[in-house]
């Protein structure tokens, strides 16, 4: 039975949170820190299967660069206990093929970036060895800026506005998304973003 769940967190510096921590640790990768000069190296973290940045048409070609790119949100923000990324994480459904989970999930983040313009670093984590082994899930890493072709721009307030109902939207097309995957696949299994 497929499993909905999608939770959406901040990485704020007032909680003693980077972005470029966020980003190293999810991707299962090491990131220099130039702001602080800490090295954030994940590389031995295994269960990472993929990661990959989903970008605006426009983005300049050195946010190509996981590290360059995640600097650059950290520089952007200046306040001491500003929000520097926000993270969807997302359940992908056990029943579809592993390509067809990576799909599912770059898909997602090519529509969050097409609505509000910002960068998203997608990484696809394995059930845990410990875990249910159906706990397929991936980690959207979002800039809380807007990325364009001078670099960060904007915040995108809208997705911290509870009032703007950006965050149920998306908790709805997710699903939307879901069950369209799953409907492709031949599958009869659905999921429901209404909690109960």
């Known amino acids: ?7 959406v967190k901040t990485i704020s510096r007032s909680a003693g949170r980077s972005a470029t921590a966020a980003a190293a640790y ?22 990472v299967e993929h990661s990959e940045l989903v970008l605006p048409l426009d983005a300049p070609d050195w946010a ?9 949100a950290e520089v952007a923000e200046v306040r001491k206990n500003s929000t520097v990324a926000r993270e969807f ?7 579809l093929s592993g390509e067809a989970r990576r799909a599912l999930a770059v898909d997602f983040a090519r529509e969050i970036v097409g609505r509000h313009g910002c960068a998203v670093d997608v990484s696809i984590h394995e059930p845990g060895r410990e875990g249910d082994s159906r706990n397929h899930h991936a ?3 979002l800039t809380t800026r807007r990325l364009g072709s001078e670099g960060f721009t904007e915040k995108t ?3 911290d506005q509870r009032q703007s109902g950006e965050v149920d939207y998306w908790r709805s ?15 009869s299994v659905r999921v429901d973003h209404r909690s109960l």
């Open 1 to 7: 039975m497929a499993i909905y769940h999608l939770s």
């Open 26 to 47: 999810r991707a299962g990768v090491e990131i220099l820190d130039t702001r602080t000069g800490e090295v954030h190296d994940y590389r031995r973290k295994g269960g």
């Open 64 to 72: 190509r660069d996981r590290a360059a790119l995640w600097n650059a």
């Open 89 to 95: 994480e997302i359940a992908l459904p056990s029943e």
């Open 139 to 141: 980690h959207l890493l």
């Open 157 to 159: 307030r809208e997705l």
């Open 173 to 187: 097309r997710y699903a939307e998304l879901q069950n369209e995957r799953l409907m492709d696949a031949g599958l």
